[in-house]
């Protein structure tokens, strides 16, 4: 099933939930993500890392 990017707007078959804004986006608007636990994982938007504050917030994650 192919679905579109809420940020871009790009069609794939994959897409990701932002954590900082709760969009899901493509590969392409995927900043950075990390494995904080084998099942969670945090990832953070291009969009999202012009943010100061967001950009603290993802970094102080462990």
């Given amino acids: 099933m ?15 939930k932002c954590t900082f804004c709760g969009k899901y986006i493509c590969r392409n608007c995927l900043h950075t ?9 945090v990832v953070i938007c291009k969009g999202c890392f012009g943010d100061a504050k967001k950009i603290k917030e993802y970094d102080s994650m462990k």
């Fill in 33 to 41: 993500a990390k494995n904080l636990e084998k099942i969670k994982r």
């Fill in 2 to 16: 192919i679905k579109r990017c809420e940020r871009c707007s790009d069609e794939t078959h994959f897409l990701e």
